[in-house]
């Protein structure tokens, strides 16, 4: 079998027991300690910034003012869209929405 | 009971909104690395977790090893431990076989809402409320995948614009969920992961930037609490 549908059939079964296991071993289990907590709380913004990160590596390249704006505007309204609607879904839309219209924007005012 | 059902549902219908681009991008993504409609599909349909599936895409650009994917993704989602954690007390009255089966769709979203509602409802009505809320936004999350993975390439070739914007979808998603999570205790972790990650890319190491991120982050973190508590 290929690589990607190992991945998938772990990603999928690992995702499925993180999310049901607390439902099954309740609140005295030994995955509510302090030290896993801990290490929890840290864990997942770290991989997110982490991927946040590299994902970039994924945009226009190389780096110049025009893409510097487009990402500067596309994170600014996800940033502003969050803390007004709290709903991740919109504010990425709308993030998603600023960035490829900052992008036009740029190119019909200064051109190619 | 089907009342609930049909109520849950509707209020699942805002989440269109977020799911469907975010999805359609991932169809793109999936569609760019040269994988079918079928996989992209059968991934949405069995993982259900977006910033996962985005971080396999990634891992597998990266041409990373199966075992540093399954636990790279894997520690993505440790998050919803948290968040079944969370909502235990409203659905501990629920048998067993129904609690197996809301675990399967506790996204970020789907628990966002839920824990807003939760507390208006009792017993079985929370059952068949959250199963129409975490049906509606499943349907949306794998229609929205077949879509982009089948006429991603015919959105993109129509609106030539929309292709920077989908490419932007990724990155999109990880600040959202980025400053959802932003405290004042994450900020030396995290700021020394983006410095860590922006060091491993800038010599060629891409493939250990997440997997250094998973161990630096965290111990930083904790030697900056412990710090901190000593020196109050």
Redesign the interface.
């Known amino acids: 079998m290929e ?10 079964l ?3 027991l ?7 071993l ?2 005295n289990s030994h ?2 300690n302090s030290t896993f907590q ?23 390249t190389p780096i110049n003012l025009y893409c510097g704006l ?2 500067f505007f ?2 600014g309204v ?2 502003v869209g ?1 803390y007004f609607f ?8 709308m ?3 600023c ?2 219209g900052t ?2 924007f740029i190119r019909y005012i200064f051109g190619n | 009971m089907f009342k609930m059902f049909v109520l849950g549902l509707k209020e699942s219908f ?2 269109i ?3 469907i ?2 999805a359609i ?1 991932f169809g793109v993504a999936i569609k760019s690395l040269g ?1 079918s409609a079928q ?1 992209g599909t ?2 949405s349909a ?4 977006g ?2 599936q ?3 895409i ?1 891992l ?3 041409n990373a090893s ?1 075992l540093t ?2 636990l ?14 969370t909502l ?1 007390p409203f ?2 009255e629920l048998s ?1 076989g129904k ?2 089966l ?3 769709g ?1 996204t ?2 789907v628990f ?1 809402i839920a824990l807003a509602r939760l507390s208006c409802l009792e017993g079985n009505q929370r059952f068949y409320w959250m199963l129409g809320l975490q049906l509606g936004a499943y349907l949306f999350w794998i229609g929205g995948t077949y879509l982009g993975v089948v006429s991603g390439q015919f959105l993109v070739n129509s609106w030539p ?2 292709k ?19 405290k004042k ?2 900020i030396l ?2 700021s020394t ?2 410095l ?3 060091i491993f ?1 800038h010599f060629d190491l ?1 493939s250990l ?2 997997p ?3 161990i ?3 111990f ?3 030697i900056g ?1 412990k710090t901190w508590k000593k020196s109050t």
Do not use: W
């Open positions: 690589k990607i549908y190992v991945a998938i059939i772990f990603l999928g690992g995702t499925y993180i999310r049901v296991l607390p439902f099954i309740g609140k995955l509510d801990v290490v929890l709380k840290y864990l997942g913004p770290c991989l997110i910034a982490s991927l946040f990160v590299s994902s970039l590596s994924s945009l226009d487009k990402l596309g994170l996800i940033f969050n709290k709903n991740i879904g919109l504010s990425v839309l993030g998603i929405i960035y490829a992008g036009v | 805002p989440l909104f977020g799911y681009p975010v991008a994988l996989t059968f991934m069995l993982v259900f977790a910033s996962s985005f971080a396999l990634e597998l650009k990266q199966l994917m399954i790279i993704c894997l520690g993505l989602n440790l998050r919803h431990i948290l968040y079944s954690f235990l659905l501990k067993l609690r197996y809301l675990g399967f506790l970020d979203e966002a614009t929309i920077p914007g989908l490419a932007f979808a990724p990155t999109a998603l990880f600040f959202a969920l980025l400053i959802v999570m932003l205790e994450i972790p995290i992961v983006i860590s990650t922006f890319n891409s930037a997440i250094g991120a998973a630096i982050g965290p930083i973190g904790i609490e």
